[in-house]
């Protein structure tokens, strides 16, 4: 002992060496937040964002920190006599560790290894010496704070608070301050998450040490010891989004000269991660009810804003699929089916047809003979022969009717036109096939498209990035909605209704199993089940489904072979979710120039009374039918 002591007293007496500190270099990241304010990920090679300042951390922190690690920290000039004896004590005896200030710490983590000799304990003495010249307490405190590990990944204490409690540093109270003052022995062997009784053993340890410097009072710390250790950790949420996130933010970067990895940024994404949590939900509980042979089917899904835009979740996968693959939300082009019907039908509207127009329900060839030759046909029969309401047809989704909606009533580049307008940019083939969704959309444009549905015209293009601010909190980027007036309110609310009874009683009443609230939609199966769609939309979100193989020429089979099987179930149990914490609007806005007139469903026109078949449909009032002139009550002579 006094041969340690001697030692200790030599190392102390002898000047440091003189040496220039190594520049300091640590990795800061740049991260994304949720909407609503959730850490959704980090952007660098290490998890660790610059506090800027010692306020921004709980005093708690601090003190469980100095009472814990340096009780002398504020009186030493980097070296502990005290400490330092321990340490030569262990260091001689083989175990070289502990004894090391705050300051000998921290220049170990920023300049040295983790070698245990007593050659790198003399240059971590010489190094500490220096960072006390160059910097105050305050500011090797921060340093430190920023510098420090705490297990799985998570460096310092900014990373730390949100990966472990969800919270910014400032707001920690001392049971939580402790926890993680607890970890910097050894962050892996207390690892909360995975060790939870070593990590509490810890945490009451660290809060013990409060009570010997006078912090704590000694039933307060009985009372904290009983405490459970209320992790809340940060959710594993949005992986596609982020990934997506991270594409569109280095390209709005690199235009301003900036670095996502070089630069420490803040990104404000449009994610809501309640919504997010509803969307991964849904589509796990979908996944377990599919046979094992359509385990690997992989699903896009993405959730709007119905009047900003903004995305509010997205799966670009199955549950299982690398975020870092193919975002089959917004990069895969398939092939819509049915869920294409709304804008054929729609643009009908628009001149001037009325849900009641009667429209041929019957087989047809097209380009008969040549290699152009199409013969359409209904899912389940060869049709009726007899003409049905155009709203039969769209709540059924009829093919033979929309072939003849198309062949008779309007023109494929008409319809083609029309899609664009309301937000499919992907290129459409103008041929009479679009009318039964041909053309390749991702689920991205049609969630757009069925958005200028939702809002009563207005389409709103769907954007991930709120605004990129730098790490003083000057933004350096936000978002401008782009957004236009597309369609008339009245021809909107009108498609509206019909796809309402898509829900209520047609192809999406599998819906209805979990969601009871305002929704309007339509399904899609793609020729011999290679796709399956339903998107569909309440008042505030729409939300468009697909599901498939990345091989077009593999199929969906058995029962969750149709958009109604396996896409409107994942829709329902999202929405269903969601509605428990989203107010929502309780119905569709009523335009001004709908009213709800008797229609005659052999001509489409105002029903007389003498018109046989008729019911109750929504009509534009500025496109008013004329009267059914086919059905009269007989001969009306004046005076009789």
């Known amino acids: 002992m006094r041969l340690t002591i001697a030692i200790v007293a030599f190392i102390l007496a002898v000047p440091a060496t003189a040496q220039t500190l190594p520049p300091i270099e640590l990795k800061y990241a740049s991260y994304a937040l949720t909407e609503d304010g959730v850490l959704l990920d980090y952007f660098g090679e290490e998890r660790r964002v610059r506090l800027r300042s010692t306020g921004s951390v709980s005093p708690w922190v601090i003190r469980a920190l100095l009472a814990t690690e340096d009780r002398d920290f504020y009186n030493h000039d980097g070296v502990s006599l005290k400490g330092l004896g321990r340490a030569m004590l262990e260091s001689l005896t083989g175990n070289t560790q502990g ?18 000799s007593i050659s790198r304990k003399l240059r971590e003495i010489d190094l500490a010496r220096e960072l006390e010249k160059k910097f105050s307490k305050d500011e090797i405190l921060l340093l430190y704070l920023n510098t420090v590990y705490f297990g799985g990944g998570t460096y310092g204490i900014w990373a730390a608070a949100q990966e472990y409690f969800q919270k910014n540093p400032a707001d920690l109270t001392i049971i939580e301050s402790c926890l993680l003052v607890g970890l910097l022995q050894s962050p892996e062997n207390y690892l909360p998450t995975k060790y939870p009784d070593r990590a509490l053993r810890r945490r009451n340890l660290v809060l013990h040490n409060l009570v010997d410097v006078g912090r704590l009072r000694e039933e307060e710390y009985q009372r904290l010891r009983r405490e459970g250790l209320g992790l809340n950790p940060r959710p594993r949420i ?18 301003k000269g900036q670095s996502l990895y070089r630069d420490q940024l803040r990104i404000v994404t449009t994610l809501d991660s309640r919504m997010q949590i ?30 900003s835009g903004a995305v509010r979740a997205l799966m670009g996968g199955n549950p299982e699929a690398p975020v870092r693959g193919l975002n089959r939300a917004v990069q895969s082009r398939r092939q819509p089916g049915s869920a294409f019907k709304p804008f054929l039908y729609a643009s009908l509207l628009e001149q001037g047809y009325t849900l009641a127009t009667p429209i041929a329900n019957s087989p047809l060839v097209v380009d008969s003979g040549t290699a152009r030759e199409w013969r359409p046909m209904n899912y389940s029969d ?23 909606a198309m062949m008779e009533l309007t023109t494929p580049e008409r319809v083609a036109a029309f899609a664009a307008r309301m937000g499919i940019r992907s290129p459409l083939p103008a041929y009479p096939s679009l009318a039964l969704g041909t053309g390749e959309v991702t689920a991205v444009e049609m969630a757009e498209a069925f958005g200028s549905f939702a809002s009563m015209g207005k389409r709103s293009k769907p954007f991930f990035i709120t605004r990129i601010e730098n790490e003083h909190t000057r933004v350096l980027y936000r978002a401008r909605p782009d957004t236009a007036t597309v369609l008339d309110s009245a021809t909107a609310f009108i498609i509206t209704d019909a796809m309402r009874a898509v ?21 899609g199966t793609s020729q ?52 428990r914490f989203a107010i929502q609007d309780s119905s569709f806005t009523f335009p001004s120039t709908v009213e709800y007139r008797t229609l005659c469903n052999e001509t489409g026109l105002l029903a007389t009374d003498d018109c046989p078949d008729t019911a109750l449909y929504p009509v534009n009032t500025r496109l008013l039918p004329n009267e059914c002139n086919e059905h009269g009550g007989g001969w009306w002579i004046f005076g009789w």
Not at 516 to 523: I, L
Request: charged share 15%.
């Open 238 to 255: 949005g992986g596609h989004f982020a990934e997506w996130v991270r594409r569109e933010a280095e390209t709005i970067l690199s235009a």
């Open 528 to 579: 011999q089940s290679a796709d399956a769609w339903f998107v569909g939309y309440t008042p505030s979100q729409v939300l468009a489904v697909w599901a498939g193989y990345d091989n077009p020429a593999r199929k969906l089979s058995g029962a969750f072979r149709t958009g109604g099987a396996i896409c409107a179930p994942i829709w329902g149990r999202c929405m269903a979710r969601i509605s």
């Open 382 to 404: 060869n049709g009726s022969g007899v003409a049905v309401p155009m709203y039969f047809a769209l709540r059924h989704s009829l093919n033979l009717v929309a072939a003849h």
């Open 503 to 523: 829900i209520d009683s047609g192809t999406a009443t599998s819906v209805r199993r979990f969601y009871a609230g305002p929704a309007a939609g339509k399904t």
């Open 99 to 116: 004894g090391s200030t705050l300051t000998m710490q921290l220049a170990r983590n920023l300049f040295l290894s983790h070698e245990r």
């Open 278 to 307: 509803a969307l991964e939900a849904a589509v796990e509980e979908q996944w377990k009810e599919l046979p094992e042979n359509m385990q690997d089917v992989h699903v896009g899904a993405i959730m709007t804003d119905v009047h």
